[in-house]
């Protein structure tokens, strides 16, 4: 198995164009409103190929993506050289990230904390976003509780068949240790200028592990990490998150370094 997101990068826009990032963006957009952040720097963790950054850019941020892979970041700055914009990319870990100074706030979508298994590590993660915000900074992240992994993805397996390309997500929950291991089989089509690859697929594979923390689990990370924790919401809402949705926003604040 390859690392996560290697052969997956090339590929990831194609397959996740079932999530609408315009109305992440917005849903985003107007919690940082609701905060008084309508411009300035703002951080994303776990960018990825540059969807929600480059949005953020167009909406008059100043965006630093960061993510630990270069292929994902390689597809960024392609957008971002196509957009015009001046989204600054980084490759970094999220759990030793270095900024220049403060921002105004740290963003983090796509359950990206989750792929933090170890909660020290996320807490360390939480305390570097303590310490690279502004003064009463925002802080705002998704994640899938371990009722998400558990109940609804359990022992799946997704599989989809396109012209290009063709996929297999098998999923599998380690309830001793809240670990989901998420085995994805690539298969892309191959061509070249004599049709000598036509119809011809290579096979690539990747495991990608995520953690299943519970909300009081994020609850007390943030606690745990000098952040001021904000608010709770089942995604896409203003409704007090519980142990069962399948996504919750947390906003935590600046709390002092």
């Known amino acids: ?47 990825g190929t540059g969807n929600i950054t480059e949005l953020m850019a167009r909406a008059g941020y100043d965006m630093i993506g960061i993510d630990n892979s270069d292929a994902m970041l390689d597809i960024a700055n392609q957008k971002k050289s196509e957009n015009k914009s001046s989204s600054l990319y980084l490759l970094q870990d999220m759990r030793e990230f270095e900024l220049y100074g403060t921002v105004k706030a740290v963003i983090s979508l796509c ?18 976003v303590n310490n690279y915000l502004d003064p009463k900074g925002i802080f705002i992240f998704d994640f899938h509780p371990r009722y998400y992994y558990k109940e609804i993805v359990a022992d799946a397996t997704i599989a989809e068949d396109r012209d290009e390309i063709s996929f297999i997500w098998d999923n599998y929950y380690d309830e001793d240790e809240d670990i989901n291991e998420l085995a994805l089989s690539l298969f892309v089509r191959e061509s070249d200028e004599d049709n000598i690859g036509d119809g011809l697929y290579r096979k690539y594979e ?52």
């Open 206 to 257: 990747e495991l990608h592990l995520q953690r299943g923390y519970t909300l009081e689990e994020m609850k007390q990370l943030i606690l745990d990490s000098g952040l001021e924790l904000v608010a709770c919401y089942d995604a896409f809402t203003k409704t007090e998150a519980t142990e069962e949705c399948e996504r919750i926003y947390i906003i935590a604040r600046e709390n002092g370094k």
């Open 1 to 47: 198995m390859q690392e996560a997101y290697s052969n997956f990068a090339t590929c990831y826009d194609q397959l996740m164009d079932n999530i609408p990032y315009d109305e992440w963006f917005h849903y985003l957009h107007e919690l940082l409103k609701e905060y008084k952040i309508k411009d300035g720097i703002v951080a994303e963790l776990g960018c």
């Open 111 to 128: 359950d990206s904390v989750n792929y933090v298994t170890d909660s020290d590590d996320l807490l360390q993660v939480f305390k570097l």
